[in-house]
C-alpha cells in the first residue's frame, strides 16, 4: 500500500459509519454479508445512506462486493486491511523491535494459530 491509497483508506474510514460497517463485515468473515443485513445492523439505515457508505469503502478498496442472486454480498478486503496496518508499522522499529512489541502482540492474540497450521 502505497501513502496515497493509505490516505484514501484513512478518509473512509474517518467516518462512523463506515469503520462500524468495516468491523462488522471483518466480523463476518470471508463469506461477508448482503447490504440489507448491513443496513439493519446500522440501525435500519435507508438503502441509498448505505449505498453510499457500502461505495465509499469500495472506491477506498477495503470492501469488495458481490452479486446473488438479486442480492449484493460485501466482505471486508482482508488484503487491503492488512495492507494498511503494514503500511502504519513499516518502519516502526528501526533497529529496536521492543517498539513493534505491543502491536505484534495485540495482533497475535486476536488471531491465535488455528488447529493445524505450521504455527499450532
Partial sequence: ??????????????QETRLRIV????????E????????????GASSSRMS???GQL???GLVASRRD??????NAAYPALS???EFLMRDCCQGHPEVCTPA????SSCCPPTKGTANA
Avoid at 442472486?69 to 460485501?74: A, E, F, K, L, Q
Fill in 32 to 43: 461477508g454479508l448482503p447490504a440489507g443485513v448491513i443496513g439493519e445492523a446500522m440501525g
Fill in 104 to 107: 505484534v502482540t495485540a495482533l
Fill in 69 to 74: 442472486g438479486r442480492s449484493v454480498i460485501y
Fill in 1 to 14: 500500500m502505497n501513502e496515497a491509497q493509505a490516505l484514501d483508506a484513512f478518509a473512509a474510514l474517518s
Fill in 52 to 54: 453510499f457508505h457500502l
Fill in 23 to 30: 468491523r462488522l463485515l471483518v466480523t463476518a468473515g470471508p
Fill in 83 to 85: 495492507g494498511l496496518i
Fill in 58 to 60: 469500495e472506491q477506498a
